[in-house]
């Protein structure tokens, strides 16, 4: 797809990888259509979008863990830009911890996010591009979207999710004109870490991951992974429980809290 004057609308692009996203389409002449939870920080990225060369950007405040939210943030888009050529599909949160102690609230709010949220933009977005025979849907997975991690679950169901609806999707539209991409990021130097612990292996700064998601954009596949986690990825029949085992003891090792043997407490 030509990236010059296409239309592209990125999910929670206030900071880490939606912001270094939205900054490389900017870079190629795309217009924007931004939305984030902190409307301060979302119009800062939009002005240094406008300065890195995007001739028309527009934001809104989103929370897509709210489906009314989700669906007017695509609806203003298509009002304001009059299409949408690639869809973003970014914003989500981590949580790390035994599950047992994870609270309730939390894991509805990263089900409604991580995944009800992506459905939600999908959903809005998807007529229009059909209509038009022509668009490109990027869902930001994660490596855990494969590979599970323990202290994880939650996340790692959700980021799972993901896959599964994309590649159900991409076989809906196929012959449509209509592509969906999955990009799975790995460790990636951002805020997303504040609410977990400090990452185990390589660590990625966001410009990285930005990069590919433009690449994916202009050339889509059915899955964007580094290089070293596909090669995780396929051996992962062959050595999925010994890897469990590893991370669950690296992440034990390095958060001392945390006990892989602990017992749930008793009921009220």
């Not at 591009?129 to 930001?140: A, D, P, T, Y």
């Not at 504040?194 to 889509?220: K, Q």
Request: hydrophobic share 45%; net charge positive.
């Amino acid at each position: 797809m030509r990236l010059k004057g296409a239309v592209v609308a990125i999910t929670g692009a206030s900071s880490g990888i939606g912001e270094a996203t939205a900054l490389a389409f900017a870079r190629k002449g795309a217009r924007l259509a931004l939305g984030a939870r902190r409307l301060d920080r979302l119009n800062a990225v939009a002005e240094r979008c406008r300065q890195k060369g995007s001739p028309d950007v527009s934001t809104r405040r989103l929370d897509v863990g709210k489906r009314a939210d989700a669906r007017a943030f695509v609806a203003a888009a298509l009002r304001d830009h009059e299409q949408i050529d690639v869809l973003v599909n970014n914003a989500g949160f981590g949580w790390m911890g035994p599950l047992h102690e994870m609270p309730e609230e939390k894991v509805d709010e990263m089900i409604a996010t991580n995944i009800a949220g992506v459905v939600a933009t999908t959903q809005a977005a998807l007529p229009s591009m059909l209509e038009r025979r022509r668009g490109v849907i990027i869902n930001v997975s994660s490596v855990l979207g494969f590979r599970a991690a323990p202290y994880s679950a939650v996340y790692s169901a959700t980021k799972h999710a993901v896959v599964g609806l994309s590649h159900a999707l991409r076989g809906e539209v196929s012959g449509t004109g209509v592509k969906v991409c999955v990009v799975y990021p790995s460790s990636t130097r951002s805020e997303f870490f504040a609410n977990t612990e400090a990452p185990i292996g390589p660590v990625y700064p966001p410009s990285w991951v930005a990069r590919l998601i433009v690449r994916t954009a202009r050339f889509p596949r059915r899955d964007a992974i580094v290089l070293p986690f596909r090669l995780v990825h396929l051996t992962e029949p062959i050595f999925g429980g010994l890897i469990d085992h590893s991370i669950g003891e690296a992440r034990r090792l390095r958060s001392p809290g945390l006990s892989g043997g602990a017992t749930p407490p008793p009921p009220p």
